[in-house]
């Protein structure tokens, strides 16, 4: 799929939230509810899917009215919704999908995007953005970064939507090796990067970006940055 996986600065698998989105089971197939009012389309991401054993399709729902009780039953990994349904916005039902499943993650698909659009669905602690007209391939490969704790969003919708973010949001405190992992998620490293860079272990990296998260009181790592380069504390 054209848009790709936004690993400037969303990078490694990572809950979005302290023990909030859980991290895909090593070697299990991600497991998927589709959301797609469009019977044809519905119809060829079924069939398509089933070419890929590393995706599991747990259901097909075709309105908000469906998908709501369909992930409290189901659970799935990741939720892959149209934006455009029926009876409501897809971004709007971000909120109430995640409270019905809450180790979920929901990632929207649609046939046309802006920044607005990724800021809104990063804001409700969406998984992200895809657009319809890409590859098949990409798509599965999106579908199991974001089981894994990342963040997809087509980067060039990311810097505006960042920007949209970091105006809603205060000036943290940070310590010195804190904006250290920081700058280096902000340049899109990984955890295992960072590590060998500043000598630390992998768990202790991964401490620091949670306590970021914490002090920062954002949900994911792209706010993070965001936070960070408005208050001045990254470039």
């Known amino acids: 799929m054209a ?3 936004a690993t400037t600065p969303e990078v490694d698998a990572m809950p ?3 023990g909030g989105s859980r991290v895909s089971r090593a070697g299990a197939p991600t497991r998927v509810l589709l959301v797609e009012d469009h019977a044809m389309v519905a119809e060829a991401l079924t069939a398509a899917f089933a070419a890929y054993p590393e995706i599991e399709l747990v259901g097909c729902a075709h309105s908000l009215a469906e998908a709501i009780p369909a992930t409290a039953r189901e659970r799935p990994d990741v939720v892959l919704l149209d934006r455009r349904l029926p009876d409501g916005d897809g971004i709007d039902a971000i909120p109430v999908l995640r409270a019905e499943s809450p180790g979920t993650r929901v990632l929207v698909f649609t046939g046309d995007a802006n920044s607005a659009m990724a800021a809104r669905i990063l804001e409700a602690r ?3 953005l895809l657009l319809k007209s890409g590859l098949l391939g990409s798509l599965v490969e999106s579908i ?3 089981a894994g704790g990342e963040i997809v969003v087509q980067p060039e919708l990311l810097a505006d939507a960042l920007a949209e973010l970091a105006g809603n949001s205060g000036a943290p405190v940070l310590t010195a ?8 998620v902000a340049e899109g490293k990984g955890i295992d990067h960072i590590a060998g860079e500043l000598e630390l272990a992998r ?3 991964r401490n620091h970006v949670q306590r970021i998260l914490t ?3 954002t949900h994911s790592k792209l706010e993070a940055v965001a936070v960070a380069r408005r208050a001045g504390l990254i470039e």
């Open 16 to 18: 979005d939230t302290p």
């Open 177 to 184: 090796r804190e904006r250290q992992v920081l700058t280096r």
């Open 203 to 205: 768990n202790t990296v």
């Open 215 to 217: 002090k920062t009181g």
């Open 3 to 5: 848009a790709v996986t």
């Open 144 to 146: 199991r970064t974001v």
């Open 126 to 128: 969406g998984a992200g």
